[in-house]
C-alpha cells in the first residue's frame, strides 16, 4: 500500500505531469514523470473502463500500486509519477506488470535526468 504522502491526488498534478512529463510506454502501461526536486516521490494511477470490468480494474491497480511501492526503494524522491494502465494489462501477470512498470520508470527517470529541471536553469 502506497503511504498518502506517496500518492499523486489531484487533478491539477495528474494533469501537469500527463502533459509536462516524460513519457515512455509498454505494452501494458504508459508512465509519465515529472521532476519535482526533494519531496517525496508520488503515484497515481489512470485504469479505464476500456481494461475491463471492475473487478479486472481492480486488480490492475493493486498490482501496480505494489510495483509502485517497490519503485519507492529505488527512487523515495523527486519524481511524480503517473501509470496509464492499457488494455492488455487486464490479462497480463504480476510478473509482466512489474516489468513493464519498473523498464518505463527507469526509462522517465534517465530522459528526466538528462534534462536539466527548470531549477537548475537559472
Not at 513519457?23 to 521532476?35: D, P, T
Amino acid at each position: 500500500m502506497l503511504a498518502v504522502g506517496n500518492r499523486v491526488r489531484t487533478s491539477t498534478d495528474f494533469s501537469h505531469t500527463v502533459r509536462s512529463g516524460a513519457r515512455s510506454g509498454r505494452r501494458n502501461v504508459v508512465l509519465y514523470a515529472v521532476r519535482t526536486g526533494p519531496r517525496p516521490t508520488r503515484v497515481g494511477f489512470i485504469v479505464a473502463k476500456s481494461v475491463g470490468n471492475a473487478v479486472t480494474r481492480n486488480l490492475v491497480k493493486r498490482r501496480l500500486r505494489e510495483a509502485a511501492a517497490e519503485s519507492l526503494r529505488e527512487y523515495p524522491t523527486g519524481y511524480d509519477v503517473v501509470v496509464r494502465a492499457l488494455p492488455p494489462a487486464a490479462t497480463a501477470s504480476w510478473q509482466e506488470l512489474r516489468t513493464d512498470y519498473m523498464g518505463a520508470l527507469r526509462t522517465c527517470a534517465g530522459k528526466l535526468d538528462r534534462v536539466p529541471s527548470f531549477d537548475q536553469k537559472r
